[in-house]
């Protein structure tokens, strides 16, 4: 498969079954089935199948440290296979959504190697956190990002 990066925020609403349409960009992307899982900062992690592997190769050396269990089992024990149907849309298995606080409206937003999927109301207090780009611009300086 051709790397592929993710970019871009779609907004969609949920239905009461808990489908979802997948933005045709994104879903362009992520390819008719993809790994879903809980991800950082309350919301979903969605990687495509390679994504996936290379994401999950990282823990193979982690030392057997309880922090260590703990954050596999964080992305492990919730990752689920979401088969886009033929209207472009996925199921987000009620757990998930529950964790993430996911009811009716739905952000996509991608994330270089993987796309974001938050609640509508948690992407919006997310950003509001990083709001001040200059802020934020300075903190991460010490890692040799430019801009």
């Given amino acids: 498969m051709v790397n ?5 925020l779609f907004e969609h609403n949920i239905d009461n079954k808990g489908r979802v349409i997948v933005p045709a960009k994104l879903r362009d992307g992520l390819g008719d089935v993809f790994v879903m899982t809980y991800g950082l ?3 979903l992690y969605a990687y495509t199948m390679e994504g996936w592997e290379k994401f999950a190769a ?9 922090s260590a269990r703990m954050l596999q089992s964080m992305f492990f024990n919730n990752a689920v296979e979401c ?12 757990n998930l ?6 009811q009716k409206e739905v952000v996509f937003a991608g994330d270089r190697n993987k796309v974001q999927v938050w609640s509508k109301e948690s992407y919006h207090a997310y950003e509001a956190e990083i709001a001040d780009a200059d802020e934020v611009a300075e903190k991460v300086a010490e890692y040799g990002i430019v801009f």
């Fill in 4 to 8: 592929f990066m993710f970019v871009g």
């Fill in 41 to 43: 900062d309350g919301c």
């Fill in 58 to 66: 990282q823990f193979d050396d982690l030392p057997g440290t309880r």
């Fill in 83 to 94: 088969e886009v149907d033929k209207q472009g849309r996925i199921l987000i298995p009620a």
């Fill in 97 to 102: 959504r529950d964790k993430v606080g996911i």
